[in-house]
């Protein structure tokens, strides 16, 4: 499949700088593969768009106060993102994104919050390994929340970029799909019979990089963390259906239903091809041209359908990206 085949033209105005207000009010787009249909929502509908038995999977993971403003001894200014903790492979030492990068060395010492930060290696593309007496703490003081570059940093953005069950902190990244939820809407559904399981994805920035091979089989995948819950575990593989709230959420769900590991790094990657092994439903964002998660979800819904609903999307002025407004794709996926 060619990289081409995952543009598609948005204006500027419809990227949201915000989520919904209250969140569960934001618009959501169902998509039917089986039928090839196209409806219009609002969030606040989805218990009624489910059945009892079926369970819904939530990622709960929270996101760092990850970005943080460093400098060099000579007092040039280095932005860090801390990324994960390679306390497993490197004792103390996190992986992060450094920019700008060009003039890093190993050996150099950064100054961050009162903290000092020495780069050990290049892990290659502008990605460091760094070690720190207290780097959870320098996080705690002076990180800022990792805000995607198409949305205006301010302060209620910051607060706003987190899910309201964010619980295991590791993250990078929000998972998107999830901040419509409100504690109303999770009421509902399981009101309605629906279960309720919850996984950790701990989400990189690789998730949201762009696809620069010119076909998308060429490239590398980045490696995330999760860990699936035997509870969870159990209520998914006795679900009337999965719906698998986020690609991060589906991600998780795949990798262990096909190999069968509960805990590890996912390198899983979903593109048209993907025979589906544990999702039936998926909840999504609508996405960026030319991303591994537009990628999953034509996978999922198939690639004209998910093209004519991003059309449809655009010319009815969804909302879109991180804060915009949500998709869920119906009977796509794995068959019966």
Do not use: C
């Amino acid at each position: 499949m060619l990289v081409s085949e995952l543009d598609y033209e948005l204006p500027e105005s419809l990227i949201a700088q915000s989520p919904a207000e209250p969140r569960d009010a934001s618009r959501l787009m169902v998509v039917d593969a089986g039928r090839g249909t196209i409806a219009h929502h609002t969030f606040r509908d989805l218990p009624d768009l489910l059945l009892p038995g079926d369970a819904l999977v939530l990622n709960e993971t929270k996101v760092l106060n990850a970005r943080v403003e460093a400098r060099k001894p000579t007092g040039g200014g280095v932005e860090l993102l801390f990324l994960k903790d390679l306390g497993r492979d490197e004792d103390g030492a996190w992986e992060v994104l450094a920019r700008p990068s060009k003039r890093l060395r190993p050996g150099l010492v950064l100054s961050a919050g009162g903290e000092q930060l020495r780069l050990l290696k290049s892990l290659g593309d502008g990605h460091w390994a760094v070690s720190g007496t207290d780097v959870p703490g320098l996080l705690r003081r002076s990180g800022r929340m990792p805000l995607p570059p198409y949305i205006h940093p301010t302060p209620e953005a910051e607060e706003r970029y987190q899910t309201v069950y964010a619980r295991n902190e590791g993250s990078a990244a929000a998972p998107t799909a999830g901040f419509h939820f409100t504690d109303r809407v999770l009421g509902d559904a399981e009101r309605a019979g629906v279960e309720i399981a919850r996984i950790t994805l701990h989400v990189g920035v690789g998730t949201f990089m762009p696809v620069r091979t010119e076909r998308l089989e060429e490239h590398t995948m980045h490696a995330e963390y999760y860990s699936l819950p035997q509870e969870a575990a159990k209520i998914v593989h006795d679900a009337r259906r999965v719906v698998a709230a986020g690609t991060t959420v589906a991600r998780t769900l795949e990798t262990w239903t096909g190999t069968g590991e509960l805990e590890g790094e996912s390198t899983l990657f979903v593109y048209p091809g993907y025979r589906w092994l544990a999702v039936d439903a998926l909840l999504t964002n609508f996405h960026l041209p030319r991303s591994t998660l537009l990628a999953m979800v034509m996978s999922f819904g198939g690639k004209d359908l998910v093209r004519e609903a991003y059309m449809t999307a655009v010319r009815e002025r969804y909302r879109f990206y991180s804060f915009g407004d949500a998709m869920l794709l119906l009977d796509g996926g794995r068959q019966r």
